[in-house]
């Protein structure tokens, strides 16, 4: 990472959701920081806590969720603590957000064009209407739509999924943000289509300098695009750290348990490994760290707190017990 | 959209010729309205002089083709009460009770949308219990129980409203109408309420359906990371999807306040439609039954054409099976 200052820097980051079973703390102090045009893979298994922290960061987690603490520094300014005029004028405008199932993320009854003219208007009232429709038009051009002027005219289901996803990327480009949370938007797409939208979306953050998380439960997704990765479960970072040294060499027992489910070459005719056990409720974690009842390196340290170290260079992990002698190879 | 409406009208034709066939067969088996029009007094010679005047003497088949193909000519025959017209009775009558149903109907939307969508987005706040209750009332009173205490409270205790008749009218197109003056307009607030209380009710709770339901869209929380206003994502992002339910059920219940606004018209003595026929029904005035039956068959119709018209152009999903088929 370069000195000048990150464009988002998330810093111990809580969203608790108050339940009636209890408080369930689904993103439990999240740090991460993100340069400028630099892409993050956010990774971990469903209910970890990675979309909710994509959420809390614009401002939009809906009750009983609620973000008790941290700072979400964007540019130097902390949106836990903005108002919601604020927030209005930054999302959409400087940070974007593109969902997980297209088929649901377009108002079915509004035309394309109505979509996205207003989203250029919430934000510039200067602009006409005809430029506006024009900026749409230039958008939906750039994610690779093909002709875009009749394409403004139709309505959402007139579109496939990938192509409406297409045009939700569009949306979130159009006041060219500076920041880009992407929430899984092609689990819901078939693998050629995620594969079109993956290089559409690292040649966009290229060419326009917009940083981006992408969050996915999808390890081969990050593979292919991310700069950094950062691997969550049970609402914690627990490994943090340029992508091909984290897949190359992960630290953390639980990134090394999930690289080694991925299936691959070498591991035809045997069993995947497995991690043993489940995901922790999140409304009652263990103390210390959260994944001790499925580590195979667990023992009386673990029930205290790990806190963020250092193990290697450049790599952020919460774990008393890291797998230093492979990272050392 | 052409072929669809031509399609639709010929649906139409048959629904209408189906229903007259049943209203007139329907009619023709509740009493005899000759006990009625002659005097008890009456020699033989006398009744069977008023059957063929009626034309009751000829075989019930007989009747019903001389009744559809007068119709056809606009000829629904003569009241027997009146001696007039049967149309030309209930067309009269006719823009009182549309008066007040528009009326009603109007409240229901005005009142009920904005209710409904707060009490959706807030479910949980006291204002939004008030009005769940309320509509729970305006749900379960009878109309004309309510009507009777409006009289009482407003009319008599108070004496802010008149309780019976129109008031003074005014001419517009051609029609007498009586919102255009205060003393008309004076006379149309109670009734128009009473009417409206359980379409009121029914629309909050549909519009409270409804929000719930869309509220917790992705395309609206989508519409929120755009940056939108909230007053922008409630008003179009959310009521153009509410609005499909509601103008579905209220088109519907259009013709339902049309042809039922018996009660309340009897209550406050409108002298709209259901008035007339409430009398009719008592006289045994078959031509004004069957005609007033014939009409609200048509209305209904008309309506639902309307509402399925206005359906595609609110929801573009239909629209394009409509091209498709």
Redesign the interface.
Known sequence: MNDSQPTLSVQNLETHFFTKEGVAKAVNGVSFDIAKGEIMGLVGESGSGKSVTGFSI?G?V?PPGEVVGGKVLFNGEDLVQAGEERM??????RV??I???PM????????VDT?MI??VL??DKSVSKDEARQRSRDALGQVGIPSPDERLKA?P??FSGGMRQRV?IA?ALLNKPDVIIADEPTTALDVTIQGQILYEAQKLCRETGTALIWITHDLAVVAGLADRISVMYAGRVVEQGKLDDVLDHPVHPYTVGLLGSVPGHNTRGQRLFQIPGMTPSLLKLPPGCAFQERCPRVDGACEADPGITHPVDGRNVRCFHPHLEEAAQ | MTVFIIRRLMQSVLVVFVMSFLVFGGVNLVGDPVEMMVSDEADQEERERVIRSMGLDKPWYVQYGLFVANAAQGDLGKSFVYGEQALGIIVQRMPATFELALAALLMAIVIGIPLGVYSGLNSESRFSKVIMAGSILGFSLPTFWVGLMFIMVFAVMLGWLPSTGRGETVELLGINVSFLTTNGLSHLILPAVNLALFKISLVIRLARAGTREIVH???I?????????TQ?VIM??LM??IM?PVVTVLGLEFGGLIAFSVVTETVFAWPGMGKLIIDSIQGLDRPVIVAYLMIIVLVFVVINLVVDVLYSI????VR?QDVKG
């Open positions: 614009i939009l809906d209005r004028q930054l999302r959409g405008n974007a957000m969902f997980q199932d649901m993320t377009l108002n079915p009854v509004l035309r979509q207003e989203t919430a934000h309505y289901h007139q939700a949306i | 869209m992705d395309f929380k989508f519409a929120r990371a755009k940056g939108l206003s922008r179009v992002h153009k999807n499909i609110l929801d573009p999903r394009i």
